[in-house]
């Protein structure tokens, strides 16, 4: 009798693969601030996004043949989105902690989520999120009023990334569009991480640790959520993502040793508990993802 291979993803419940995903990026974004030091944020987002466009330019090659002015401009216009994202967060990172920088910058998908929504049940939920916003910044002691307003300007970006992230899934077939936003990207980014490092990329013990970066905020998580996403209803995935914040604080303090307080907590399950109300209304008859629909959203913080 014929054996047949199942592959490792498939062998693991779809929701552990994307807690794994989240546990993966925010376990690379606390590698990330031990960088700051020596490469700064601009630097380390620059070794960041670089290294992944090369993993997945060796790996997806994309093509610009066939494609049109507006397909590319969409394509330029997703890179630099995303490259602003991850400038703002990490910059927000170097000022405040981990756990609470996720949690602002949560506010940008929540807001994708419920906006043109007519039910007074999702305005709750805007309410809920802007409660936890109010007791990160009004709680005193050493909360950076910069860094929270940065990782609100890193959510705004997330917000535009993920709807040019659903234009650009739709024009681009596999990871060809998001190869091509990360390449744009890097090149926008050059010159302010390159001022901002300066000789410490030629650093090997920077570069690994810069691919270390790049490997678990990206190639981990974009190859657990690939296998996720296929067995996975949307309702069912945006409340895992929003399990994030708590992935993020657990890890500031493993990694960290960054301790929130417990106004700090409260303000992150205020967070969490507005995107879970706010994506869990989905219809039974919801099919799974698209695989290859969502997970341009991995790069992201």
Same mark, same amino acid.
């Given at each position: 009798m014929r054996r047949v291979r199942v592959p490792a993803g498939l062998l693991v419940p779809a929701p552990m693969l994307v807690l794994g995903a989240v546990a993966s990026v925010q376990s690379g974004a606390a590698i990330a601030t031990k960088l700051f030091p020596v490469a700064g944020p601009a630097g380390t987002v620059l070794l960041r996004i670089g290294l992944s466009a090369v993993l997945l330019v060796a790996v997806a090659r994309p093509t610009l043949r066939g494609r049109t002015a507006s397909d590319l401009g969409w394509a330029v216009a997703f890179g630099c989105v995303l490259a602003a994202m991850n400038v703002t967060f990490y910059e927000a990172l170097s000022r405040v902690h981990l756990g609470v920088a996720v949690t602002v910058e949560f506010i940008g998908p929540l807001t994708v989520a419920v906006v043109g929504s007519r039910r007074l049940l999702d305005m709750v939920w805007v309410v809920l999120a802007a409660l936890g916003v109010v007791l990160l910044s009004s709680g005193g002691g050493h909360v950076d009023r910069l860094g929270l307003l940065l990782a609100l300007l890193a959510g705004g970006f997330w917000a535009g990334y993920i709807l040019l992230a659903q234009r650009v899934g739709a024009a681009f077939p596999g990871a060809s569009g998001l190869t091509i936003a990360l390449v744009v990207g890097t090149i926008g980014l050059a010159p302010f991480g390159i001022w901002s490092a300066r000789g410490a990329l030629l650093d090997p013990s920077v570069l690994w640790r810069g691919a270390a970066v790049a490997i678990l905020s990206s190639a981990v998580p974009y190859s657990l959520e690939l296998f996720a996403l296929r067995r996975l209803r949307a309702s069912v995935f945006g409340v895992l993502m929003s399990l994030? /914040?708590?992935?993020?604080?657990?890890?500031?303090?493993?990694? $960290? #040793?960054?301790? $929130?307080? !417990?106004?700090?907590?409260?303000?992150?399950?205020?967070?969490?508990? !507005?995107?879970? #109300? !706010?994506?869990?209304?989905?219809?039974?008859?919801?099919? /799974?993802?698209e695989p290859g629909a969502t997970p341009t959203e991995v790069v992201a913080a």
């Open positions: 994030e /914040p708590a992935f993020a604080a657990l890890s500031g303090l493993v990694f $960290l #040793g960054q301790h $929130l307080r !417990a106004r700090e907590w409260v303000a992150v399950g205020c967070v969490m508990g !507005a995107s879970i #109300g !706010a994506t869990r209304r989905a219809a039974p008859e919801e099919q /799974p993802i």
